[in-house]
């Protein structure tokens, strides 16, 4: 039990604040093994985490590093270090505080492990490459304390499960150390626990008060918001009004095209010039510093943005955010709201926009959701394989090493103590030979195992291969879009790379509102050239990264199941009355199809609710089939909650396509040659050392080009298809874009009930998916006004009429 | 056999779409840039275990050219092992392979820069060897009047019914021929490479390999 020292009190109250609980409560339990705070934003999660450390080191006796600091962004480690120096200076406390990134000068960092900081602020690669020097014992002799900041953000990623590794490697360095970990509100808080806490040990968890319920509601126009579309165009007067109204607002968008054509709209609607910002993670870093700096001074009424600031950085006065866009999943509405309001117990406010009419849906079943405080998130799975073989050869770096011990160092993180020692030796035998069936390199193998068992680096200058390609961020997940070079070579946007890995030659799709043919995919850029007499066969991915969680899926199927909707503005109501009368609700217990025809095509649209990922791998998976059964599909559209598919023949037997052995063949088939499960590998080889993106040997002729990981990944599909990058690839496709595991949801949630109705026109939930075709990302003006024109002609094909607008709708 | 039948100096050739190239009138065959041991190089360096299987790979190929072709003389046109200690240390079973394909032929090893000297294999080993008044050598000489040479792995793209393809191509005009690299870890040079644009004529030809072979006018 640590006290709080009387001239820390005299700080607090110099700064007129006084010690919250969990603040107290964190220093109490400072000798807590491990500890994870969950505190909402404002609530001074930083100094709580900070707090025992300052008063530890206030006496000024202790030497080297005392307490590392690691955060998921450089920005927020250098952020922090602004923070802290303020206490550290006002009260003339004796500690050195340093941070250490990828930016430190290569000087500083030399020292830096000679003669550490009392505070080192780093990030988990920074962390991971200090773990890999010879006299990483020395660096962090003495240290006791460990903070991860956000770590709920890192623990969705691959980097927290590296970042853990490296605490296992610190912890038997240093064995009193203690780990606190600071996270937002998340929805399953010991799953944090477990992946923060060595295993077996417990983790205590600090709840710090909340605050009241956020002030949350749905932002309600004059004008309906459209029947499709993500760019929510119509509610620009209603948010300049609101942004008038507040001090500084945060606007939240679910991809950065919408955030560009959002922001473009609201100044031309900004009569009175107020300062608005926009700041994404595609935009150039000069420019976004220039946005935080402004930001920090208050001198911004707006900001439009995505989540690029969702990590904590100390923005200023916020009063207000407002999310374009239905929410995809509530945990991260939940912290973006917290962003609004740092004054601790004043309820932050938020309004929730919806971008179109089924939206308007799934911003309500949101709303219950934050209200119910029922907060979702998918379980990780145990940690990735190959982090795990990086880590291997990290441990080789520092040294010889014995594989029982490193096993039991492994298997005390969280994510990884169900690994079984046979995958762990799996792994060591990837990196000491390749793990390959035919022994081939036993006397060039990469680590050697020594008369005394030890395993260690045949040849000591490896390490500097290894240290130059530690990390495991990939490249971006969007991939340019730019005409070939021979036709100038213009940049048109961004795709996402999982709808590029879909695409073959000659494919045609929208962007930028021109349809453009897929030529080729060179160095992780589209190249098209322009198509305009072709109809798209495949409309671009809608550009949501993430699929509509599972628990909010089920809670619009929830809503769909009401008798009536007064929750629900007239318009989208009278809709969903229109289909029921017209079709028939979808809902969970069973899997609704539809099938009509329109335009000399047939239609099947499936409402599988199991989120836009699962959903296009579904409509892959079954156009494929189709076409085996001669039932000429020409193309398909995904979306949260249905596939379209479109072609010459109807459906009349649904059930043989939904066999769930039968898919699963037909994805086994498409995965084996499919560019997805090559990317994949190329992630995964990369990240455990077969595939090097650094070498300082790279003297590129620029002649023989290196040869394509896809040779690789052929190679070993036909000679050594057991091999365990391969089982690794399968692995993390499976849980990324394919996102099999909601098909497999969604089967048997229905258990084989499927009903087809076969109707003589689109229904109204289905009419919304035609516009999904032509829907693109990045939609001018021009092309707002015809999808208008366009909507409202299908809306009165299906019997619906659009509300005059300017009527009231609520 | 799969192939396209064209003509050096009046000498008949056919490229064979596995990137062999066949001589039926010495029944010869010639490939370039196996880069046998390329994995065991790079483990060698300590740089990455690459799966071992791309000698294995590249055999079978061979064979399978060998049997269709029936030829009497095999030429490798250099960079036949990714280095001298490659062919040093080839697998005593590839090793054995390798020897049973040249049984009953005249078999010729023309140094390339990956691996300039007599390899411990059988047959012969030349600096560069003169066919029917045709010079096989590694690396083409501007000046060279008919010539086979092969070092730059040459591929080429193109769009064809809205694909694009790139295949490892030859390079093929009045004078000469540039081979694609035979061996399966290997990557490529773009035909529309200046060194090789420079050594081609204007009215070259590429044939892709693949599947068929192809000739298209060389895309540069």
Redesign the interface.
Known sequence: MTALPPAFETWFASRGWSIHHHQREMLARSDDPTLLLIAPTGGGKTLAGFLPTLVDLAEGTNDGLHTLYISPLKALAADIKRNLRTPVEEMGLPIRIEDRTGDTPSSRKRRQRADPPHILLTTPESLALLTSYEDADRTFNGLKRVVVDEIHALAESKRGDQLMLALTRLQALCPDLKRVGLSATVEDPAAIAHLLARHPDPCAILQADPGPDPDISMLTTDEPPPWAGGGAAYSIPAVMTQIEAHNTTLIFHNTRAQAEIFFHNLWLANEDALPIGIHHGSLDRVQRERVEGAMQRGELRAIVCTGSLDLGIDWGDVDLVIQIGAPKNVKRLVQRIGRANHRYNAPSKALLVPANRFEVVECQAALDAVRAHDLDGDPRGPGPFDVLCQHILIRACAGPFDASELYAEITSAGAYADLTRDTFDDCLKFCATGGYALRAYDQWQRLLQRPDGHWQLRDPRATQLIRMNIGTIQDTDTLKVRLKRSRGGKPLGEIEEGFAATLTPGDTFLIGGQIVRFESLREMTVEVSRNAAKKPKVATFGGTKFATSTQLSQRILDILQQPNWPDLPDHTADWLHLQRDVSQMPQAGELLIESFPRDGRENTVIYGFAGRNAMQTLGLLLTKRMEELGLAPLGFVSTDYATMIWGLEPITDPAPLFEPQILREGLEAWLAGNALMKRTFRASATIAGLIQRNSPSARKSGRQATMSSDIIYDTLAKYDPDHLLLSITRIEAMRGLIDFGRIEEMLARIAGRITLRRLEHVSPLAAPLFLEVGRTPVAGEGQERLLSIETDRLMAEAGLLQPTKGQPTN | MRGYDFTLKDTKLTALASGALYMPQAQLLCVSDLHLGK??RR??L?????????T??TLTRLEQDLKATQARQVICLGDSFDDLAASASL?EAETLWLTSLQAGRHWIWIEGNHDPGPVDLGGTHLAEVVVDGIVFRHIAKPSAQVEISGH??PKA?L?L????L?KPAFLVDHSRVIMPAYG???????SD?P?LCNLMAADALAILTGREARAVPMPR
Request: glycine content about 14%; proline content about 9%; cysteine-free.
């Open positions: 994995a065991g483990a060698r300590g740089e990455a275990l690459l799966p071992p299987y791309e294995q790979d697998p730059y792995h793209r769009v019914r809205g694909r694009t790139s399966t870890y290997t990557g490529g040079l773009r490479d060194a």
